[in-house]
Protein backbone atom coordinates (compact mmCIF):
# COMPACT_ATOMS: atom_id res chain seq x y z
CA UNK A 1 0.00 0.00 0.00
CA UNK A 2 1.53 3.06 -0.99
CA UNK A 3 0.29 5.21 1.51
CA UNK A 4 2.82 7.98 0.38
CA UNK A 5 3.16 9.00 -3.15
CA UNK A 6 5.87 11.17 -5.02
CA UNK A 7 4.58 11.56 -8.76
CA UNK A 8 7.33 13.44 -10.47
CA UNK A 9 10.49 10.57 -10.94
CA UNK A 10 12.13 14.18 -11.86
CA UNK A 11 12.54 17.77 -12.06
CA UNK A 12 14.81 20.18 -13.71
CA UNK A 13 15.00 23.56 -12.45
CA UNK A 14 17.83 26.87 -13.24
CA UNK A 15 20.43 27.74 -10.46
CA UNK A 16 18.83 30.39 -8.76
CA UNK A 17 14.97 30.00 -9.40
CA UNK A 18 12.49 28.52 -7.10
CA UNK A 19 12.54 23.99 -6.91
CA UNK A 20 8.97 22.89 -5.77
CA UNK A 21 9.01 19.16 -5.08
CA UNK A 22 5.12 17.37 -4.20
CA UNK A 23 4.13 14.62 -2.13
CA UNK A 24 0.86 13.69 -1.46
CA UNK A 25 -0.43 10.70 1.47
CA UNK A 26 -3.64 8.92 2.02
CA UNK A 27 -2.97 8.09 5.63
CA UNK A 28 -4.47 11.10 7.48
CA UNK A 29 -3.11 9.37 11.11
CA UNK A 30 0.60 10.46 10.22
CA UNK A 31 1.97 12.60 12.72
CA UNK A 32 4.59 14.22 11.06
CA UNK A 33 6.08 14.70 7.81
CA UNK A 34 9.97 14.90 6.45
CA UNK A 35 11.98 15.56 3.57
CA UNK A 36 14.85 13.51 2.83
CA UNK A 37 17.84 13.99 0.55
CA UNK A 38 20.17 11.39 -1.13
CA UNK A 39 23.44 11.38 -3.10
CA UNK A 40 24.79 8.22 -4.83
CA UNK A 41 26.45 6.05 -3.23
CA UNK A 42 25.00 7.69 0.40
CA UNK A 43 22.04 7.01 2.47
CA UNK A 44 19.14 9.47 3.47
CA UNK A 45 19.60 13.08 4.79
CA UNK A 46 17.42 14.25 6.98
CA UNK A 47 16.60 17.69 5.45
CA UNK A 48 13.54 18.98 7.21
CA UNK A 49 10.30 18.25 8.67
CA UNK A 50 6.93 19.27 9.92
CA UNK A 51 4.37 18.50 13.06
CA UNK A 52 1.11 17.46 11.57
CA UNK A 53 -0.24 20.52 13.79
CA UNK A 54 1.41 23.37 11.39
CA UNK A 55 0.96 24.60 8.17
CA UNK A 56 5.14 25.62 7.16
CA UNK A 57 8.11 25.53 8.36
CA UNK A 58 11.15 26.74 7.39
CA UNK A 59 14.89 26.57 7.60
CA UNK A 60 17.04 28.69 5.53
CA UNK A 61 16.45 28.21 2.26
CA UNK A 62 14.17 25.60 2.43
CA UNK A 63 10.27 25.46 3.49
CA UNK A 64 7.90 22.37 3.84
CA UNK A 65 4.00 23.44 3.47
CA UNK A 66 1.38 21.28 4.58
CA UNK A 67 -2.18 21.12 3.87
CA UNK A 68 -3.87 18.54 5.30
CA UNK A 69 -7.36 19.12 3.75
CA UNK A 70 -5.64 18.16 0.58
CA UNK A 71 -3.38 16.09 2.24
CA UNK A 72 -0.46 16.99 0.65
CA UNK A 73 2.86 18.85 1.23
CA UNK A 74 5.53 20.49 -0.68
CA UNK A 75 9.35 21.16 0.06
CA UNK A 76 10.64 24.65 -1.81
CA UNK A 77 13.88 25.77 -1.85
CA UNK A 78 14.98 29.08 -3.15
CA UNK A 79 16.96 29.60 -4.32
CA UNK A 80 18.07 26.23 -5.65
CA UNK A 81 21.78 25.85 -5.67
CA UNK A 82 23.72 23.23 -7.96
CA UNK A 83 24.71 21.19 -4.63
CA UNK A 84 21.15 20.60 -4.15
CA UNK A 85 21.20 17.87 -7.33
CA UNK A 86 20.23 14.84 -5.26
CA UNK A 87 16.97 12.62 -5.05
CA UNK A 88 14.67 13.56 -2.35
CA UNK A 89 12.18 11.44 -0.63
CA UNK A 90 9.23 12.90 1.22
CA UNK A 91 8.52 10.69 4.48
CA UNK A 92 5.40 10.30 7.08
CA UNK A 93 5.18 8.72 10.08
CA UNK A 94 2.70 7.63 12.73
CA UNK A 95 4.20 7.37 16.19
CA UNK A 96 7.99 6.78 16.63
CA UNK A 97 8.25 3.92 14.02
CA UNK A 98 6.95 2.84 10.67
CA UNK A 99 8.38 5.84 9.01
CA UNK A 100 6.94 5.87 5.11
CA UNK A 101 8.47 6.93 2.03
CA UNK A 102 7.72 7.76 -1.41
CA UNK A 103 8.95 7.14 -4.32
CA UNK A 104 11.84 9.78 -4.80
CA UNK A 105 11.85 12.32 -7.09
CA UNK A 106 15.12 13.30 -8.97
CA UNK A 107 16.30 17.24 -8.51
CA UNK A 108 18.69 18.50 -10.62
CA UNK A 109 19.78 21.93 -10.81
CA UNK A 110 21.52 23.48 -13.52
CA UNK A 111 24.24 26.45 -13.25
CA UNK B 1 29.96 12.17 16.88
CA UNK B 2 30.09 8.72 14.86
CA UNK B 3 27.49 8.50 12.03
CA UNK B 4 25.72 5.29 11.01
CA UNK B 5 27.93 2.14 10.04
CA UNK B 6 26.79 -0.82 7.86
CA UNK B 7 28.65 -3.74 6.59
CA UNK B 8 29.32 -4.73 4.27
CA UNK B 9 28.70 -2.34 1.62
CA UNK B 10 27.85 -5.05 -1.55
CA UNK B 11 27.02 -8.62 -1.13
CA UNK B 12 25.99 -11.15 -3.73
CA UNK B 13 24.64 -14.34 -2.47
CA UNK B 14 23.04 -17.01 -4.48
CA UNK B 15 19.32 -17.85 -4.02
CA UNK B 16 18.05 -19.97 -1.61
CA UNK B 17 21.58 -18.79 0.83
CA UNK B 18 20.75 -17.02 4.04
CA UNK B 19 22.43 -13.17 4.51
CA UNK B 20 23.66 -11.21 7.76
CA UNK B 21 24.10 -7.85 7.12
CA UNK B 22 25.32 -5.47 9.95
CA UNK B 23 24.81 -2.15 11.67
CA UNK B 24 26.27 0.11 13.97
CA UNK B 25 23.83 3.03 15.18
CA UNK B 26 25.26 6.31 15.81
CA UNK B 27 26.81 7.32 19.37
CA UNK B 28 23.05 7.94 21.98
CA UNK B 29 20.79 6.33 20.00
CA UNK B 30 18.90 3.15 21.18
CA UNK B 31 16.39 2.83 18.08
CA UNK B 32 17.14 1.18 14.69
CA UNK B 33 15.44 0.86 11.77
CA UNK B 34 15.72 -1.19 8.58
CA UNK B 35 14.42 -0.55 5.28
CA UNK B 36 14.93 -1.97 1.93
CA UNK B 37 15.32 0.05 -1.27
CA UNK B 38 14.21 -1.55 -4.57
CA UNK B 39 15.50 0.10 -7.55
CA UNK B 40 13.37 3.04 -8.46
CA UNK B 41 11.35 3.06 -5.24
CA UNK B 42 11.12 4.68 -2.01
CA UNK B 43 12.68 2.59 1.67
CA UNK B 44 10.19 0.03 2.69
CA UNK B 45 9.89 -0.19 5.73
CA UNK B 46 11.30 -3.29 7.56
CA UNK B 47 11.18 -3.25 10.67
CA UNK B 48 12.34 -1.34 14.17
CA UNK B 49 14.35 -2.54 17.30
CA UNK B 50 14.22 -0.54 21.13
CA UNK B 51 15.92 -1.53 23.39
CA UNK B 52 16.65 -5.08 21.84
CA UNK B 53 13.17 -6.07 21.48
CA UNK B 54 11.17 -5.46 17.76
CA UNK B 55 9.07 -2.23 18.20
CA UNK B 56 7.15 -2.52 14.74
CA UNK B 57 7.10 -4.62 11.75
CA UNK B 58 5.93 -3.65 7.67
CA UNK B 59 4.85 -5.65 5.70
CA UNK B 60 7.82 -9.12 5.20
CA UNK B 61 7.76 -12.03 5.44
CA UNK B 62 8.99 -14.13 8.44
CA UNK B 63 12.65 -14.95 6.62
CA UNK B 64 13.21 -11.48 7.42
CA UNK B 65 14.52 -11.03 11.24
CA UNK B 66 16.47 -8.92 13.07
CA UNK B 67 18.38 -8.67 16.40
CA UNK B 68 19.38 -5.70 17.82
CA UNK B 69 22.79 -6.29 21.12
CA UNK B 70 23.02 -4.51 24.03
CA UNK B 71 25.42 -1.57 22.52
CA UNK B 72 22.16 -0.95 20.09
CA UNK B 73 24.08 -2.54 17.42
CA UNK B 74 21.59 -4.58 15.28
CA UNK B 75 21.78 -7.73 12.57
CA UNK B 76 19.45 -7.98 9.50
CA UNK B 77 18.85 -11.81 8.97
CA UNK B 78 17.26 -13.01 5.75
CA UNK B 79 16.93 -16.46 5.02
CA UNK B 80 16.06 -18.16 1.87
CA UNK B 81 17.33 -15.83 -0.87
CA UNK B 82 15.01 -14.74 -3.63
CA UNK B 83 15.80 -12.93 -6.41
CA UNK B 84 13.55 -10.12 -5.32
CA UNK B 85 15.86 -9.71 -2.32
CA UNK B 86 18.06 -7.75 -4.50
CA UNK B 87 18.05 -4.12 -3.18
CA UNK B 88 19.67 -1.72 -1.23
CA UNK B 89 19.59 -2.32 2.87
CA UNK B 90 19.14 0.84 4.83
CA UNK B 91 19.84 0.98 8.34
CA UNK B 92 18.65 4.04 10.16
CA UNK B 93 19.26 5.38 14.14
CA UNK B 94 16.97 7.72 16.07
CA UNK B 95 16.15 8.64 19.36
CA UNK B 96 12.84 6.62 20.61
CA UNK B 97 11.03 10.17 20.77
CA UNK B 98 9.94 12.17 18.94
CA UNK B 99 11.66 10.63 15.51
CA UNK B 100 9.90 12.80 13.39
CA UNK B 101 11.34 16.18 14.48
CA UNK B 102 14.99 15.47 14.06
CA UNK B 103 14.46 12.61 11.55
CA UNK B 104 16.69 9.72 11.36
CA UNK B 105 20.15 8.93 10.57
CA UNK B 106 20.90 6.19 7.82
CA UNK B 107 23.91 4.37 6.98
CA UNK B 108 25.53 4.60 3.41
CA UNK B 109 23.35 0.76 3.05
CA UNK B 110 24.56 -2.73 2.01
CA UNK B 111 24.11 -3.07 -1.69
CA UNK B 112 22.44 -7.20 -1.96
CA UNK B 113 22.96 -8.52 -5.15
CA UNK B 114 20.97 -12.32 -5.08
CA UNK B 115 21.88 -14.57 -8.59
Known amino acids: DQQVKQNSPSLSVQEGRISILNCDYTNSMFDYFLWYKKYPAEGPTFLISISSIKDKNEDGRFTVFLNKSAKHLSLHIVPSQPGDSAVYFCAASRGNNDMRFGAGTRLTVKP | ETGVTQSPTHLIKTRGQQVTLRCSSQ?????VSWYQQALGQGPQFIFQYYREEENGRGNFPPRFSGLQFPNYSSELNVNALELDDSALYLCASSFPLPTGLSGYTFGSGTRLTVV
Open chain 2, 27 to 31: SGHNT
